[in-house]
Structures are given as structure tokens and as C-alpha cells.
């Protein structure tokens, strides 16, 4: 069965650093989305992406994050100058009509 | 702004009996509520949908209602087992016309024992 598939699963940064977070998507499916998870928190909302581009932004996603899908299968997160409140689990996924189906995260930890 | 809140409090329950987990949400007008279980370290799952214009959804022992009235979902487990214990999130999706936007509870924490 298609799944999302996340690289890597464990990233440690030094804080001020640049991180990319990778994700495979179902290669059907039309919107893509990034959520943080902060440990005993909630999963947030941090951008969806539709043919191409950003259809919807959390107030969390600032200047300092960005998306791109370079080449129709890779869906990437950079976190640009990381800080230690970036700390959090990082999940990527990919919607087939009303149906999310999610990786399996990257545990993001800056040091 | 938007919002959806779920029982704050984790809901321990003997096995064999229903569950009922609640989400209400404001400032909202969804297309399809869902629900999805989290275990932990792990990724959610999507368990089952329910439509605007729908009242009431089953899948084996899970049942959703929807009151867009009241802006509430409830969400039941029958006969439960202890492999159901796990964290459940309520989540709207919004209108692909409106940016698709998927966003979620804060969870209800199950523990069902034995």
C-alpha cells in the first residue's frame, strides 16, 4: 500500500543552523501539508500546498520556514535559522480527496 | 479565530464499554469532520469522515455524529478493547475552494484497561 515516507526520522541541529526536512508523498494526491507536534502537545498546523503552491499558512509559518516540491515527488520543509523552541516532532502529509494520510515524522531536536 | 477543543481530560475505561469522546469547534464552517487516532511517537490515522449535511457515521465498532448546530462531534468506541487505548483527534477540513486547510484537536488520551 502507497505511504508517506519522511527523511530523516532523528535530525539534531545546533541552534542558527539550516535544516531541510524531506517527504515522499502518495504520488497521487493533490494537497500536501507540514504540522508540528511539540512533545505533549497538539498537532499544529503549518502550511498546505496545492499544484504547486501555498494554498494556506499558519501564523507559526513565518520567514523563517519554507516549502518547495523541486521535482514532482519530494516535498521539502527548511527551517532557516533554527531556534530551540523548533524543538518537535515533524509531520508531512499528503490528502487523496478527504483523507490525510501521514508520515511517519522526523523528530527535529536543536541543540 | 478558529478553534476545536476536545475533552481536555484523559478518559480511562473499562474494556467492554463505550467510549464517547467529544469535539466542539467555533469560528468554523467545515466541509468534513474527521477523527484520527495518534499512538505515540507515530503519525495520525484516519479513522473515519462525516460530511456538513450528514448526522451520523459508522465504521465496525467506531459511530460519529455531527451537529453543525451545535457545532459538536461526538465520537463513540463500542465494545472496547484495550488495544483502542491510544490518543484520539478530531480534525476539519476545509473546502478545497478555501485552501483544503486540515487542522486538529488537542486530543483526548484513551486508556482502556482490562
Known amino acids: 500500500e502507497p505511504e508517506v515516507t519522511q527523511t530523516p526520522s532523528h535530525q539534531v541541529t545546533q541552534m542558527g543552523q539550516e535544516v531541510i526536512l524531506r517527504c515522499v508523498p502518495i504520488s497521487n494526491h493533490l494537497y500536501f501539508y507540514w504540522y508540528r507536534q511539540i512533545l505533549g502537545q497538539k498537532v499544529e498546523f503549518l502550511v498546505s500546498f496545492y499544484n504547486n503552491e501555498i494554498s494556506e499558512k499558519s501564523e507559526i509559518f513565518d520567514d523563517q520556514f519554507s516549502v518547495e516540491r523541486p521535482d514532482g515527488s519530494n516535498f521539502t520543509l527548511k527551517i532557516r535559522s533554527t531556534k530551540l523552541e523548533d524543538s518537535a516532532m515533524y509531520f508531512c502529509a499528503s490528502l487523496r480527496n478527504t483523507e490525510a494520510f501521514f508520515g511517519q515524522g522526523t523528530r527535529l531536536t536543536v541543540v | 479565530s478558529q478553534k476545536i477543543e476536545q475533552n481536555s481530560e484523559a478518559l480511562n475505561i473499562q474494556e467492554g464499554k463505550t467510549a464517547t469522546l467529544t469535539c466542539n469547534y467555533t469560528n468554523y464552517s467545515p466541509a468534513y469532520l474527521q477523527w484520527y487516532r495518534q499512538d505515540p511517537g507515530r503519525g495520525p490515522v484516519f479513522l473515519l469522515l462525516i460530511r456538513e449535511n450528514e448526522k451520523e457515521k459508522r465504521k465496525e465498532r467506531l459511530k460519529v455524529t455531527f451537529d453543525t448546530t451545535l457545532k459538536q462531534s461526538l465520537f463513540h468506541i463500542t465494545a472496547s478493547q484495550p488495544a483502542d487505548s491510544a490518543t484520539y483527534l478530531c480534525?476539519?477540513?476545509?473546502?478545497?475552494?478555501?485552501?483544503?486547510?486540515?487542522?486538529f484537536g488537542q486530543g483526548t488520551e484513551l486508556s482502556v484497561k482490562p
Open positions: 480534525a476539519l477540513l476545509s473546502p478545497y475552494n478555501q485552501g483544503g486547510k486540515l487542522i
